[in-house]
């Protein structure tokens, strides 16, 4: 079965300084993974996605992501957070089926 | 242009009404999804139809039931509500290409609260 794990409920970071969302993912076969933004009130927006390659994957808005097959995990990071950061975030794996993360919040702080 | 619409954005009903919910991609996608938020955010699949046929069925009780009229549309009628059933629901759609993944693209939600 697949499943996701974000361990992070909630994080709140200074605007200017670096963001790290954890995802730890349970998947049979080669994975595929995502990273979706919700700002609140909104639909989700796609950030990036892993499907094959390059480990290390860019999405819009300046983040990247890093999938670590040996970890399981699918981490997202942006070097430098703006108060339009703050949002859910949600970690999701599958092909035609997802299956999400719970999410973790961010707030930035002036 | 609008590519997944939901209407309405809000619905606010009584238990025991029957309610309908509906959705429209204009990204020529073939196949489109209904999603279930929590309270608690948690996001989860309920159907998916590909092409006007249903491909995913999860354990949804049976008063919930999604109708499509061609691969543009989606709709979800949901009979005899009930206070567990407040929830915002999310439509989405992907293309379904050769390859075994597929983007998906989420409409603004529906948020409905049963009273």
């Known amino acids: 079965a697949q499943s996701v794990t974000q361990p992070d409920i909630h994080i709140t970071v200074s605007e200017g300084a670096s963001l790290e969302l954890r995802c730890n993912y349970s998947?049979?076969?080669?994975?595929?993974l995502f990273w979706y933004v919700q700002s609140p009130g909104q639909g989700l927006q796609l950030l990036l996605k892993?499907?094959?390659?390059?480990?290390l994957v860019q999405g819009i808005k300046g983040f990247e992501a890093e999938f670590k097959r040996s970890q399981s995990s699918f981490n997202l990071r942006k070097p430098s957070v703006h108060w339009s950061d703050a949002a859910e975030y949600f970690c999701?794996?599958?092909?035609?089926?997802?299956?999400f993360g719970a999410g973790t919040t961010v707030t930035v702080r002036a | 242009d609008t590519a997944v619409s939901q209407t309405p954005k809000y619905l606010v009903t009584q238990m025991g009404n029957d309610k309908s919910i509906k959705c429209e991609q204009n990204?020529?996608?073939?196949?489109m999804y209904w999603y279930k938020q929590d309270s608690k955010k948690f996001l989860k699949i309920m159907f998916s139809?590909?092409?006007?046929?249903?491909?995913i069925n999860e354990t949804v009780p049976n008063r919930f039931s999604p109708k499509s009229p061609d691969k543009a549309h989606l709709n979800l009628h949901i009979n005899s509500l009930e206070l567990g059933d407040s929830a915002v629901y999310f439509c989405?759609?992907?293309?379904?290409?050769?390859?075994?993944?597929?983007?998906?693209?989420f409409g603004p939600g529906t948020r409905l609260t049963v009273l």
């Open positions: 139809y590909n092409n006007k046929e249903l491909i």
């Open positions: 990204l020529g996608h073939d196949t």
């Open positions: 998947y049979g076969a080669t994975p595929y």
């Open positions: 989405a759609s992907s293309p379904m290409t050769s390859q075994a993944y597929n983007e998906q693209f």
């Open positions: 892993y499907f094959s390659g390059d480990t």
């Open positions: 999701a794996v599958g092909d035609y089926k997802l299956s």
